[in-house]
């Protein structure tokens, strides 16, 4: 059994991150198991090339969470990373920070140094912004942000109009003094390759002699001396290997696999482990419940002045942006598909925004088997606004099934399960059809397609956005932060409480969802978590 001084489990958005600052004073040895393989192949370092990995399983775990009631008994597929960098290999790339108040929200729940002026100087450190720096960009750091405001595709600026007649502002800088309103978004590229945490952060610690990545390396349970952590077990190759942890054993796996490893090493639902033949080693009913995540619709249309369909769909559109991209890293191919978006308050009472709005210049109402066919989009000019909640009242949980660490969890998502989601998603489509009523964008519009002109009435438009939601692959809060033990998962230093030697430090510690795409926050939360490591290290 080979010893590091510490062990983190996950290469992801976080994990890189945590794996780049433990060891770059050259102190710490540190060993990263990544159950998934290498980030170098094509289609992930392509930034639209997510349409290929959506359900690839070379690179992603295909989770299906249960047929849920909400989202009329539809099984949503649940995208998540499995390779180096995660889901920030995978994901759409849009870089949302999160809302001031969703942080002072978190330390105001007894989580001190988690406040949106704790945070600011962290976000500013990590990032390089194309769009400069500012009194709330950071540049000169490891993560490259590309701003898109001179990219995005022509469309872009009727929408933005469009928005803006519906009575939005437009905001340059989602990620600046405020929020609300419409604009471009930023994306985690750089010279029209994503910029994943792998990218940024893991592969410079990869060059570091107390750095150890192991890749097809699937952690299968935490070993405990009584109630202290001293280092995994996992499966390479066909053969069951173990490593011991000096200092601490970090889990980075995300809001699916944390909870998921947590359980099968016996910390969990104490009633639950007990049914499943697992041995208790700290009872804690939290560990995978709480789970919160945003939830999406799309309205689609068709126009009148050619979109990215005309572009992408024709074998020789492919031919001519797949030349544009390999010859100058620039085109359709190196953007995101959200080229726009925004966020907005249902009810004008509220403090912050609770919907986010996205544009979308191409549609895909055809389905395509095997993958998100953004690549292979309608034969139409067609364009598509969506939309997400932001902080759903509805709470799901994810829990093992079995004891054996290849069986996929249970993921109940329990979408729109409270009257509030559901009311606010109503008024929220409304609105996405009164920014198409507006004149600049009303005057290229064919058509409404999805969910097209019959579908009038609040039941028709209720059960049509059940239908037709989906997940929008920001999971959260299964292993959530907080000082009282009997409400949370971890301690506000991110230690799981019952417990030694063992912290969790990714997306699952969120105390409640953020206003915005959540891998900026993920990232953050690995330096944050990194940091909070070093203080406490003698």
């Not at 004073?25 to 392509?46: C, K, P």
């Not at 399983?57 to 295909?62: G, S, Y």
């Not at 194309?130 to 995005?152: M, N, Y």
Request: charged fraction near 20%.
């Amino acid at each position: 059994m080979q010893t590091y001084d510490f062990i983190v489990v996950g290469s992801g958005s976080a994990g890189s991150v945590v794996a780049e600052k433990l060891s770059a004073s050259g102190r710490f040895s540190v060993l990263v198991l990544e159950a998934g393989g290498t980030d170098r192949r094509f289609y992930v370092q392509m930034p639209l090339g997510y349409g290929k990995t959506f359900f690839d399983p070379a690179v992603n775990w295909n989770y299906k969470a249960e047929p849920d009631p909400g989202l009329a008994g539809n099984a949503d597929h649940w995208p998540r990373g499995k390779l180096l960098g995660g889901s920030s290999s995978i994901n759409a790339m849009v870089y949302i920070r999160g809302a001031r108040e969703d942080f002072d929200a978190w330390a105001a729940a007894g989580n001190p140094g988690w406040s949106y002026d704790d945070l600011l100087p962290a976000f500013k450190a990590l990032e390089d912004n194309q769009a400069g720096a500012d009194k709330w960009r950071g540049v000169g750091g490891p993560l490259h942000i590309t701003d898109c405001s001179k990219t995005a595709h022509p469309l872009t600026k009727r929408y933005l109009a469009a928005a803006q007649q519906a009575g939005l502002p437009f905001n340059p800088d989602f990620n600046g003094a405020t929020q609300e309103g419409v604009g471009v978004y930023q994306i985690t590229t750089r010279n029209g390759r994503r910029m994943s945490a792998a990218r940024a952060f893991l592969r410079p610690a990869m060059k570091r002699a107390n750095v150890r990545v192991e890749t097809n390396a699937l952690v299968t349970r935490i070993l405990f001396e009584g109630k202290r952590a001293i280092g995994v077990e996992y499966e390479q190759n066909g053969e069951t290997r173990t490593a011991r942890a000096g200092r601490e054993v970090i889990l980075s796996g995300g809001s699916v696999n944390s909870p998921q490893l947590l359980q099968l090493s016996g910390v969990g639902p104490s009633a639950l482990l007990g049914d499943l033949g697992v041995a208790v080693v700290h009872g804690n009913d939290n560990v995978g419940a709480n789970l919160q995540d945003h939830v999406g619709v799309n309205y689609t249309f068709k126009g009148r002045l050619p979109t990215l369909n005309q572009t992408l769909r024709p074998w020789w559109g492919k031919l001519l942006v797949g030349m544009q991209y390999i010859l100058l890293r620039s085109g359709p191919l190196s953007m995101s598909m959200n080229n726009a978006g925004g966020f907005f308050r249902t009810d004008p009472a509220s403090s912050r925004p609770n919907m986010q709005l996205y544009f979308q210049a191409f549609s895909t109402v055809i389905p395509r088997n095997g993958e998100r066919p953004i690549l292979t989009p309608d034969p139409w000019p067609g364009f598509s606004i969506g939309l997400s909640n932001c902080r759903p009242s509805s709470r799901g949980e994810i829990m093992i099934r079995s004891k054996n660490p290849r069986d996929y969890p249970k993921i109940t998502a329990n979408a729109y399960s409270t009257n509030a989601d559901v009311d606010e998603m109503l008024a929220a489509v409304k609105f996405v059809r009164k920014i198409a009523s507006m004149p600049a964008m009303a005057e290229i519009i064919e058509e409404e397609v999805l969910p097209g002109p019959s579908i009038a009435s609040d039941a028709d438009l209720i059960d049509d956005f059940r239908k037709r939601s989906g997940t929008v692959y920001h999971p959260v809060s299964t292993c959530r932060m907080g000082p009282d033990a009997s409400r949370a998962v971890v301690d506000p230093r991110l230690r799981v409480h019952g417990v030694e030697g063992l912290r969790v430090i990714d997306a699952s510690i969120f105390p409640d969802n953020i206003t915005g795409n959540t891998n900026a926050a993920s990232i953050l939360t690995g330096w944050k978590g990194a940091e909070l490591v070093l203080e406490d290290q003698k």
